[in-house]
């Protein structure tokens, strides 16, 4: 039996749920609160677009974060629960998300990534995502190079 996901607009009373869920999840990024409710603020520069994956309503599994200054956005960060891994969860997310950040007109969407982030580099790969780059040294704990990528979209 499948489970329904519902995607949708991340809101305030997400944002604990979405910090307890990132704790879990150790290459997740790590935000504090107020980070999250920062980039909620659409008076925040560079806007962001926060996403949030449900399978009921207020059962979190996952959530996504891009900042937002056409042509381009980056994506900060796509994190799902364990439980939900490989289920197709982040893809959805990230459909959801091209689709508000081409509203936005952003055409390319850019990352970087540990690049012993196995998991997130094949991720990124399937939903489209090339290498385009290397920052050496770019994170700090531990010391680790960020591999860059990039991918279009209409």
Known sequence: MS???RVRVMDAADVDAVT???AKLPMAPQWQLDAYLAALDPQTSPVRI???AETAPRVL???TVASVIPPEAEL???AVVWEFQRRGVAWRLFEALTDKLAA???TKV???VRASNAAALSLYRVLGFAETGRRPGYYVHPPEDAVQMQRGIQ
Request: glycine content about 10%; aromatic content about 4%; hydrophobic content about 65%.
């Open 76 to 78: 900060e960060s796509i």
């Open 20 to 22: 307890a869920l990132a």
């Open 3 to 5: 489970t329904e996901v």
């Open 110 to 112: 850019l990352l970087e």
């Open 104 to 106: 936005a007109g952003v």
């Open 61 to 63: 599994i996952g959530f």
């Open 50 to 52: 926060a996403l949030v």
